[in-house]
Structures are given as structure tokens and as C-alpha cells.
């Protein structure tokens, strides 16, 4: 019998600073932080390579991210920062609830001088998004409206991908589009198990 896991359940991100990095997921994201915690100093667990930890929540789980400060012998202050390409992390996703949530949440990081990647829609999922970068330069996506596989377990055609100005994209009209693109697909299935 094959295993299957029922979530992804949390990432584990190395900072510079728990503190400042704390401050961002609870200011723009809304996060909650369930604890701190200080390794022991017999190296034990992640204690190996971590001096401290913090879990932050966005629900009741106690933490869907952990945010860790490494010991100073395994990695100094002044260590350089994780490359912007390279193998490992590419990026952290996060589902905002309504398009008026990932506006507000884009205005509120812009105004307030968060570096901003870009906006853009289309491609697999074909969610609007925009990313950015938090302060330890960790990509982040930000996204509302991924598409959901129905029963078929085919995905919906997508537009090609391209950036947007996410300011004056019509939400509205994208929904419409999605809405057609559904009921071709829906029209292909039915007719492809009426041949059968």
C-alpha cells in the first residue's frame, strides 16, 4: 500500500534575525507566533546546528512556519546571504482569501518599502499573484483564486504567463474567463464519455 501524506505541514526557514523576521510574518501576514524556544546547550535534535527557534501559526496548528537562528560555529553573523538562484528554497506560497486581501496586502508591503518582485497571472494554477521578498531575501508568493481539479483530475487551460499591474487587474473579468474556460472543459469531458 502506498503512503500518502494528508498536507504539507510547515517549513523551516534559517534567519538572521528571529526578532525581525517574527515582526514580518505578524505585521503583513497576520501570523501568530506560538512560542520561542532556546536550544540547550548539550546539542541535541536541531540543537546540533540551531541556537534558537520560533514557530509562528496561521490557525490553530501550532506552527505552519519555524524560523530558526543557527549556532554561531556553524554559521557566523556575517556569513553571507542564501544566494537569490541556487538549489534549495525557490519560494513560500501564501492563499489570501478574497482579491481586496492580496491588494491590501500588495499596497500595504509597497508602501512600506518591501521589495517587490513582480505581479503576474497565468501558467499552471493561473492565480493572480505577486511576489516578494522578505528580509532575509526569501522569495514569497502571494496569490488568491488557484484553480482546484475536479473530479476528472484534469487541469483547466491557462493563459500563457505574464506580468500584470495588479492595481488595475480586473478580478471580475478573470472569474468570467475562468468560468468559460470551465464549461469548455466540462463540454470536451461530456462529450469525450458520450463517444465512449
Known amino acids: 500500500m502506498q503512503v500518502r501524506i494528508s498536507r504539507l505541514g510547515h517549513i523551516g526557514l534559517t534567519v538572521r534575525d528571529i526578532d525581525r523576521t517574527i515582526e514580518f510574518y505578524t505585521r503583513y ?5 506560538t512560542e520561542k524556544f532556546e ?9 546540533v546546528a540551531v541556537a534558537a527557534g520560533a514557530f509562528i ?22 556569513a553571507p546571504d542564501a544566494p537569490r538562484f541556487g538549489f534549495g528554497l525557490h519560494h513560500i506560497a501564501f492563499e489570501l482569501s478574497a482579491p481586496d486581501d492580496l491588494l491590501s496586502l500588495y499596497k500595504q508591503m509597497r508602501a512600506a518599502g518591501v521589495e517587490i518582485v513582480n505581479c503576474r497571472k497565468g501558467g499552471p494554477g493561473n492565480q493572480p499573484r505577486f511576489y516578494a521578498r522578505d528580509p532575509d531575501g526569501n522569495l514569497l508568493e502571494f496569490y488568491w483564486g488557484i484553480d482546484k481539479i475536479g ?3 484534469t487541469p483547466r487551460p491557462y493563459d500563457p504567463i505574464e506580468e500584470i499591474d495588479l492595481l488595475s487587474f480586473d478580478f471580475d473579468a478573470y472569474l468570467e474567463k475562468r468560468e468559460q474556460d470551465t464549461l469548455a472543459v466540462q463540454g470536451k469531458i461530456e462529450a469525450g464519455s458520450q463517444a465512449s
Open 57 to 78: 501559526r496561521c490557525d490553530v496548528t501550532h506552527h505552519e512556519l519555524s524560523i530558526f537562528k543557527m549556532r554561531k560555529d556553524i554559521l557566523p553573523d556575517d
Open 151 to 153: 473530479w476528472h483530475g
Open 29 to 33: 501576514l497576520g501570523m501568530r507566533l
Open 39 to 47: 536550544y540547550p546547550e548539550e546539542k541535541v535534535g536541531h540543537g
